[in-house]
C-alpha cells in the first residue's frame, strides 16, 4: 500500500489537500472517507491504510478551513458546510471517480460527513454509503451532559466569540476545534431544530427520501455525544433505499468502550473495521451479480482473501 499526497484543484475554490492510499494489488472499488466536523483526514489514516490492503484505492480529504487544506489566518475562510459538500467533497468524489475505469465508488461518512453525503451533487455516482456515528445533532438529541452545555454553545460562546475572532475559535476554548465562521453557523442552525439538518437544511429531507444506493449505519451505543434516537431519525429518513442498520456495543466485540471517536483508533483494527472491509465486499460481489460479469474484471488475480 502507498500513500500519495496531492492537491486537488477545486472549482471556484483554492486547492483540496487529499491523500490517495493506493492498494499493492488489483483494484476492487474505491472509497473516499468524508470527516467529522472540525476533525482532520490524517485522523483517518490508519482506517484508509487497512482498507487499501483490502484492495480498495481510497481517499482523504481535508474540507477548506480545516487540517492540510489552509493555510494562514483562519478568520479569512469564508466556507461553509455548504461549500464543504458541493465543492470540496464533490471535487473529491468526481476526480475519485475519473480514476477507476467503471469501477464502483463508495462513501464511508464519519457524523458530519455521513449526515452531509444525501446532499452531495454527483451522489448518483455513488454505489453505496457506510455511516459511522452518523446522528442528529440536535439538542434532543445529544447525551445529557452535552445536553446540558449546548446553550451555552450556541447562544453565548458563539455570538461572542466568532464576530471576535472571525471564526470559531474551539481550539483555545477547548471546544471541538477551530471552525471557519460560516460552516460554524450553518451547523448552528441545523443543531437549533427539532430533527437537525432533515429541518434545518432546505432539501435535505428530500435528498434522503431520494436515494437508491445502500447504506450501512454503524450507531455506537457508547456515543459520548449523540444518542441513538437521533442516529434512528437520520436513517428512516432514507424511506427509498435499503439500510443496513446496527448498534454496536463495546461488550459484543470484547472492548471497553468505542464512544463517538473510537471506531478509527488502530487498535480496532482486528475487532472492528472488518465490519466495513466486510460489507464493501458483499457490495462488490452485489454489483457484479446485477452486472452478470466478474467484479472486479481483474479478480481472477486478486489474492483469494480479498474476494467476497
Known sequence: MTSTRLNLKVHNGPELTVYCHEPDQPVRAGLVIAPAMAVAQSFYADHAAYLARQGYRVWTFDYHGIGESWQGSMRGCKADISDWITRDFEAV????????????LF?????????????LPSIQSVSGLINIAVGSGAMRHNQPRI?????????VLAPIFCPLFGYFPGERLGVLGDIPRRAFFQWRRWCLTPEYLLSGEPGAREAYGRARYPVLGLTIADDELLLESGS??????????????????????????IGHFGFFKSTHEESLWPLVSSWLHEQCAAIATQVGSTWPPNAQAMPDKLRA
Do not use: C
Not at 93 to 104: C, E, I, R
Not at 111 to 119: E, F, V
Open 232 to 257: 434512528q431519525l437520520l436513517h428512516e429518513a432514507y424511506s427509498a433505499t435499503q439500510v443496513d442498520y446496527r448498534v454496536l456495543t463495546p461488550q459484543e466485540f470484547g472492548l471497553s468502550r
Open 107 to 119: 462513501v464511508l461518512g464519519h457524523s458530519l460527513g455521513g449526515q452531509a453525503t444525501p446532499l
Open 93 to 104: 468524489v468526481q476526480h475519485a471517480k475519473a480514476t477507476l475505469d467503471g469501477l464502483p
Open 147 to 155: 445536553r446540558r452545555n449546548a446553550p451555552f454553545l450556541w447562544y
